[in-house]
């Protein structure tokens, strides 16, 4: 039987898995964006009380299946968050519904490097060199890379553009850019035009712009379509966004050694949080703090419902809020999630931002809109 690969789908990573994939010799069925069919599938045979990612995997697991897929690669975890379990959970239930998939599962390669090597063996029908195989890696980390700065200028263009929407319609161009890309010169050329026609969108100087920090569990805070767009909508009501985590720098913390930026994170939260408490927990402390002490305007918190180590960062934030006098905004996402509803809280938070950021500037309380 011919074997087809899929994975995850988490923003715009796909595209960077595809042509590593296609590189090492397999066949590939790209994972859909998730959708509300996606949803639906995964909640009917996810446990109830699994946390929203496994749920939404579980989803896009029966769809690529559909398409032919049978063998999953994806990660794995450690610590004490169920996360690190949730390749053998899907593998388990796909079998019991008479799917008998493979499932490669990555484990972080700076602890366990022999179960790296073993997957990249797995993986390589094309019997490529361990030369070659280190020079399809490192042409697809670099189109990781130019994939994530693109989506950092969105997130800076966005709440200054004049015409709304210009950025969102730029950024799916470049997108394809970058995805055609191959070779290393090629994916740096597309990628330094991409950034040039991002910024060159117009924009109001002028504008008051609010910077909020993102912090939460990887994959709410990689996949758009889990978290309902927030950036988009955030962009739109004039707020700068920045994103605690980019899966270039989760793969660097994870691969080959804890960057400087990781350590920071960690000693920022060890006067509130000393113990790993599995998950991005931590993490999400940690970066609360460190934007706190950049003058940020405001942190909000993703996290899926049901996930342990977040609801304990949640009740610590509290006081971090307190202590840095920083607002915090938590949103728990799972299938019942409305956009509608996270819009009104988000305006709600902007608004009250702005009232803070403009008293601090005039010295002027405002008065309500209704009041004026």
């Known amino acids: 039987m011919m074997r087809k690969v899929t994975f995850p789908h988490m923003g715009e990573s796909y595209r960077t898995f595809k042509m590593l994939l296609n590189d090492l ?108 195989i280190i020079e399809c890696i490192k042409r697809a980390w670099r189109k990781l890379q130019a994939l994530d ?24 161009k470049v997108l394809e850019w970058i995805d055609a890309a191959y070779t290393m010169d090629e994916i740096i050329e597309a990628e330094k035009a991409a950034l040039e026609e991002i910024y060159k969108i117009p924009q109001d100087p002028e504008r008051l712009v609010l910077k909020v920090g993102i912090v939460g569990e990887i994959y709410v805070l990689l996949e758009p379509a889990s978290n309902l767009e927030i950036e988009e909508t955030l962009g739109n009501l004039g707020v700068e966004v920045e994103r605690s ?52 305007d405001g ?35 799972d299938e019942q999630t409305g956009k509608a509803g996270m819009t009104t809280r988000l305006e709600a938070f902007v608004d009250l931002m702005k009232r803070k950021k403009l008293l601090r500037k005039t010295g002027k309380i405002l008065r309500p809109a209704s009041a004026l």
């Not at 496994?54 to 032919?68: P, Q």
């Not at 950092?152 to 950025?167: C, D, I, S």
Request: hydrophobic letters at 40%; one cysteine or more.
């Open 299 to 333: 942190v909000i918190q993703l996290a899926p419902f049901t996930c342990i180590p977040e609801i304990v960062a949640k009740t610590i934030l509290t006081s971090v809020s307190r202590d840095y006098n920083i607002p915090v905004l938590t949103f728990f996402l």
């Open 149 to 172: 700065n693109a989506e950092k200028a969105t997130h800076v263009v966005r709440p200054r553009e004049l015409t709304p929407g210009t950025t969102t319609k730029t950024y799916k």
């Open 245 to 296: 985590m980019f899966l270039t720098g989760w793969t660097r913390d994870n691969t080959w050694k804890e960057t400087v930026e990781g350590m920071t994170v960690k000693d920022a939260a060890m006067p509130y949080l000393p113990e790993l408490i599995g998950g991005h927990g931590r993490d999400s402390i940690g970066n609360t703090v460190l934007y706190a002490k950049r003058n940020f």
């Open 25 to 132: 010799g397999n066949e590939v069925v790209l994972p859909p964006r998730p959708s509300r069919k996606t949803l639906n599938l995964g909640v009917q045979y996810a446990p109830e009380f699994a946390c929203f990612p496994l749920k939404i995997l579980m989803g896009t697991y029966l769809e690529t299946i559909e398409k032919g897929a049978n063998v999953l690669v994806t990660s794995g975890g450690v610590g004490p968050c169920r996360a690190g379990l949730y390749a053998e959970l899907h593998k388990r239930i796909l079998h019991d519904m008479g799917h008998p998939v493979e499932m490669i599962v990555f484990e972080p390669p700076r602890l366990y490097p022999l179960n790296f090597i073993r997957n990249v063996y797995k993986l390589n029908p094309k019997r490529l060199s361990i030369k070659s």
